[in-house]
């Protein structure tokens, strides 16, 4: 209900489609843990796996623990929430950087007192109706044990802080080489719990990436930044998106079209090639476009796909058959929600 409203008044105030307040019209590349970056100066990169990047050069402010919890009544409406979790305000260090992303960057903060730890994200926002303002105000509704929580958010001026939940066991993109199959299915379970909860709230997140799968001390997964986030259900109807958006590795093959595609499919299509990326350490084709071999050999079903060297990890797994029930060209056959993945995984077992 809460998100029909939203939706509502941005798309009134604004007199705007869905898609403007949620994300640019251009895809967004994120930028990996690299570190001393901040948010201005973009500038395009290449990565280890020759896809555009959009990084960032250092602008770094300095962040003033007292400045930043100056009283109380400044909390957002997760106050209560808020104050319950963080005991104490003026008591907060600054700890350390600890990544930059497409908008903004992101430091440890600690209490000085009861050692609890708190991620600060601090990202540049003009207007207030600004998408990351709304990415704050979504993003704070949600609470499910894997999905990095958003205690509250304010904003100074033209700068929004966003104090969410610390992850200190670095992102699924950190993990080097392939994982067994049950670790790799152990964190596909939690993902699956993580991207339900999401959709079961109308929301779907449009960037699930390894680098955006956080990880606490003892292996839980938590989904972050829903800074490409969208509403897809209007009044219990689904609401078509639009838009070029994502990080192209894990784009459903209908962004790519003109089109306007559900919103559930995309991220299911996202978790199938994450799903690929832990069994292999690689990853199935660089988009899922016909004019890429592997693609195509995948949408035929060719064999001579097992033949290369990365699909060849695959053969034998039981995942394979997960695998092929989420990368599914066209949406309205891909398995759309959870449940009836389960059901079907059940029937398979
Ligand atoms: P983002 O802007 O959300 O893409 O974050 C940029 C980087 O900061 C991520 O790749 C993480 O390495 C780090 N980071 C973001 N949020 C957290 C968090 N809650 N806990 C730990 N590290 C984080």
């Known amino acids: ?32 843990n690299s570190s001393r970056k901040g948010p201005s100066d973009l500038k395009k990169e290449n990565d280890s796996q020759g896809s555009r990047k959009i990084v960032t050069t ?78 704050s105000i979504i993003h704070s509704q949600l609470d499910h044990r894997n999905v990095i929580r958003l205690f509250f958010w304010r904003k100074f001026g033209q700068t929004l802080f966003m104090y969410l939940e610390y992850a200190s066991g670095g992102s699924l993109g950190d993990l080097k080489g392939a994982l067994a199959e049950d670790d790799a299915l152990r964190y596909f379970e ?21 680098d955006n799968l956080l990880l606490t001390e003892d292996g839980v997964l938590k989904i972050t930044d829903l800074g490409l986030c969208s509403i897809f259900v209007w009044r219990g109807v689904q609401v078509p ?42 990853l199935p084709w660089s988009r899922a476009l016909t004019c890429h071999n592997n693609y195509v050999l995948w949408v035929h079903r060719r064999k001579k796909i097992f033949t290369r060297k990365l699909w060849d990890k695959l053969e034998g797994l039981s995942s394979l058959s997960l695998l092929k029930r989420l990368l ?18 059940n029937r398979h077992h």
């Not at 599914?328 to 995984?345: A, G, I, T, Y």
């Open 190 to 210: 939690q993902l699956r719990e993580g991207v339900d909860f999401l959709h079961s709230r109308g929301a779907v997140h449009r960037d699930i990436k390894p």
């Open 1 to 32: 209900m809460f998100f029909f409203r939203l939706f509502f008044c941005c798309c009134r105030r604004r007199n705007i489609s869905e898609d403007t307040w949620t994300t640019s019209n251009e895809i967004t590349k994120r930028t990996k």
């Open 241 to 282: 998106l639009r838009g070029f958006v994502g990080t192209e590795h894990y784009m459903a093959p209908e962004i790519f079209t003109s089109r306007s595609y559900r919103g559930p499919p995309v991220d299911m299509w996202a978790c199938g090639v994450v799903l690929f990326n832990m069994l292999t350490a690689g």
């Open 58 to 135: 250092p602008t770094r402010t300095t962040i003033n623990p007292v400045t930043l919890f100056p009283s109380s009544e400044l909390l957002d409406r997760n106050k209560e929430k808020a104050q319950a979790h963080i005991s104490c305000k003026n008591e907060w260090e600054d700890v350390k950087f600890l990544g930059v992303g497409a908008y903004g960057y992101v430091r440890l903060l600690r209490n000085v007192k009861t050692e609890e730890f708190l991620a600060v994200k601090e990202v540049k926002c003009k207007s207030s109706s600004s998408k990351e303002l709304i990415e």
């Open 328 to 345: 599914v060209v066209d949406p309205s056959e891909r398995d759309s929600n959870w449940h009836q993945l389960r059901r079907q995984e």
